[in-house]
């Protein structure tokens, strides 16, 4: 085989292991399309979701219904205001041997894990929240004074509902950016709400089988991070995340009143990387400009954050986002001119 048809199988072996998947999960969660095809693509991409949404909107069962499908390990945290660190990354026990000896040993907490389901994440203290920092960069956490390496794949996928603010804690900034997207799931329309109707009301639902294991979800990974990106594409991310920069000279001139500060670099690589990730769904090795603006709102909603002006003014950071959709060149200079120039 040569290398472009060992990469076209490979393609193809990938959008049929994504078909099946996504498949499985629609025998359970019905309707809710982009949101699933969100929550896939930053499976494959190898990065952390947080889905936000009224409660009753299928949130928790999407995660489940995944690990099912994935084979996963699964651990779930309820988190409430009352939860400690040491209640996600687990604390020292003391033993006492047969002999009366007491030692220490270690006692993991569920974050170990494949797939972690945060639960309502803003009901716990910041502390807490902040427990799930180092896990969530590193894939490690420290525990009994040594640092321990957690399981690959290792993915939180945390839920919280924005419409109850009392008892809750907003995350902060370091943990939001930790993010890879944080997918908004909405109400269902008419059609969607009436199946959904029929598919709750009756005999109880069975979780899908699994049709993909950890070994797949790895390799479905290593090629997610292979898939191609020219240097155009890559320049017009970055300008998307310098134009939300108030700070800087690159900032459009519409916003720099209704932005206390933008995206950053973690920003900038999440574009990349989403990107990347629709492009393998889509059966391309190759991230063309429309999944850049695709992954926009997904990517840097919840980094972006508006000053006073602009929450007083109703504006949200998903119309900054469009904002700078519509104002950020997909081409620089030098390639519009290379482009406007005949054909020799």
């Known amino acids: 085989m040569t ?76 988190f409430t205001p009352d939860l400690l660190p040491s209640d996600i990354v687990g604390t020292q026990v003391m033993h006492t041997g047969p002999e009366g000896a007491r030692t ?60 109850e603010m009392e008892g809750t804690y907003p995350l902060p900034e370091a943990q939001l950016d930790r993010f890879l997207f944080k997918i908004t799931v909405n109400e269902p329309d008419e059609d969607e709400l009436v199946a959904v109707l029929r598919a709750t009301t009756g005999a109880a639902t069975t979780p899908p089988a699994p049709v993909l294991d950890a070994e797949g979800l790895l390799a479905l990974q290593r090629l997610c991070r292979g898939v191609e990106v020219i240097e155009p594409v890559a320049r017009y991310a970055a300008r998307l995340v310098r134009a939300s920069n108030p700070a800087g000279a690159d900032c459009l001139a519409s916003l720099r009143g209704a932005l206390r500060f933008g995206a950053g670099v973690r920003g900038a690589q999440s574009l990349i990387v989403g990107a990347k990730a629709f492009a393998l769904i889509d059966g391309r090795y190759h991230v063309a ?46 390639v519009d001119a290379a482009l406007r120039e005949p054909r020799r």
């Open 104 to 163: 220490f040993g270690v006692h993991e907490g569920p974050i170990f894990c494949n797939l972690l389901l945060a639960d309502e994440i803003n009901r716990a203290s910041p502390r807490t929240q902040s427990a799930l920092l180092e896990a969530m960069q590193e894939r490690a956490v420290t525990l009994g004074g040594r640092q321990r390496a957690l399981g690959r794949p290792f993915l939180v996928l945390a839920t919280e509902n924005p419409i």
């Open 289 to 334: 400009y429309d999944d850049i603006a695709r992954v926009a709102k997904l990517c840097l909603a919840h980094r972006i954050h508006r000053s006073f002006e602009a929450e007083r003014e109703g504006m949200r950071p998903e119309h900054i986002v469009d904002t700078l959709l519509r104002g950020v060149a997909r081409h620089d200079a030098a």
């Open 3 to 78: 290398d472009d048809a060992t990469l076209q199988a490979e393609l193809e072996h990938a959008r049929a292991s994504l078909t099946r998947l996504r498949e499985a999960v629609g025998q359970v969660i019905v309707g809710q399309r982009d949101t699933v095809d969100a929550v896939l693509a930053a499976l494959i991409a190898d990065g952390h979701v947080l889905l936000e949404g009224a409660p009753g909107l299928g949130k928790t069962l999407l995660v489940r219904t995944l690990a099912a499908a994935l084979a996963l390990q699964f651990g779930r945290v309820q």
